[in-house]
């Protein structure tokens, strides 16, 4: 196994529930839950429309490099985010990369 794995953090909520564990909740109180898990609200119109109109999609594997929508929709998204211009370049780093990814 890695050693790097070791210098990890521990995952939030496992660390939020051992500051807990000793903790007796209000009994008057509901309790949030904080926990990731199935979603407890109806996806937004707009999701279930474009899921419902690309199923035909599901059964394509998509392409390595992505669509072209895919990587402008990227590209235009870091230029918002990061203010960083990604466009005409070939190649990009992940933050966890070692070495820049090629596109084309």
Same mark, same amino acid.
């Given at each position: 196994?890695?050693?790097a794995?070791n210098?990890?953090?521990?995952?939030p909520?496992?660390k *939020?529930?051992?500051? =807990?564990g000793?903790?007796?909740p209000? &009994?008057e109180k509901?309790a +949030?839950?904080?926990?990731?898990g199935?979603?407890?609200?109806?996806?937004?119109?707009?999701?279930?429309e474009? *899921?419902?109109s690309? =199923?035909?999609q599901m059964a394509?594997? &998509?392409t390595t490099?992505? +669509?072209?929508?895919l990587?402008?929709?990227i590209?235009?998204?870091?230029?918002?985010?990061l203010?960083s211009s990604?466009r005409?370049?070939?190649?990009?780093?992940?933050?966890s990369a070692?070495?820049p990814s090629?596109?084309?």
């Amino acid at each position: 196994m890695n050693n790097a794995l070791n210098q990890l953090q521990p995952y939030p909520f496992e660390k *939020l529930r051992a500051l =807990l564990g000793s903790v007796t909740p209000n &009994p008057e109180k509901r309790a +949030i839950a904080l926990s990731i898990g199935e979603p407890k609200h109806r996806s937004p119109a707009f999701v279930a429309e474009a *899921l419902a109109s690309n =199923l035909d999609q599901m059964a394509v594997y &998509p392409t390595t490099l992505g +669509i072209p929508a895919l990587r402008e929709a990227i590209a235009a998204w870091c230029e918002r985010r990061l203010a960083s211009s990604s466009r005409g370049r070939r190649s990009a780093t992940a933050p966890s990369a070692q070495s820049p990814s090629t596109m084309r």
